[in-house]
């Protein structure tokens, strides 16, 4: 099966910037529809952005549309988040995904560790 591991999460400013990458293992699976979700203290985990398997399609959560940008390299097997015009309510634990298979409406079946991104004002 696949495995995920997250880094690039740390403290930033409001109006800043942060990258997170997602190292993903297993061929195969690494190349179905990936995602980033998070996780605020206190709250469910939110869907935050997704790309498909070659990279030709994504979409995003209304809130943060215009400051995310996900993208992946399928030479490197890694997934990025790269985030701008941060604010004080993206901070969260944020998790890598992965589909367990190549259909459109697959699950997220493979999960990384999380991490975390705090936001200071």
């Known amino acids: 099966q696949v495995q995920l591991v997250e880094s690039g999460g740390g403290l930033v400013q409001a109006g800043g910037s942060l990258r997170l990458s997602c190292a993903a293992s297993g061929r195969t699976f690494s190349r179905n529809r990936m995602g980033w979700f998070r996780q605020a203290p206190g709250k469910e985990r939110e869907f935050v952005a997704s790309i498909s398997r070659i990279g030709g399609s994504t979409y995003y959560a209304d809130s943060v549309k215009g400051r995310f940008t996900i993208s992946r390299d399928s030479a490197k097997n890694t997934l990025y988040l790269q985030m701008t015009s941060l604010k004080f309510e993206d901070t969260a634990v944020y998790y890598c995904?992965?589909?367990?298979?190549?259909?459109?409406?697959?699950?997220?079946?493979?999960w990384g560790q999380g991490t975390q991104v705090t936001v200071s004002s």
């Open positions: 995904a992965a589909a367990g298979s190549s259909v459109v409406n697959a699950r997220w079946d493979y």
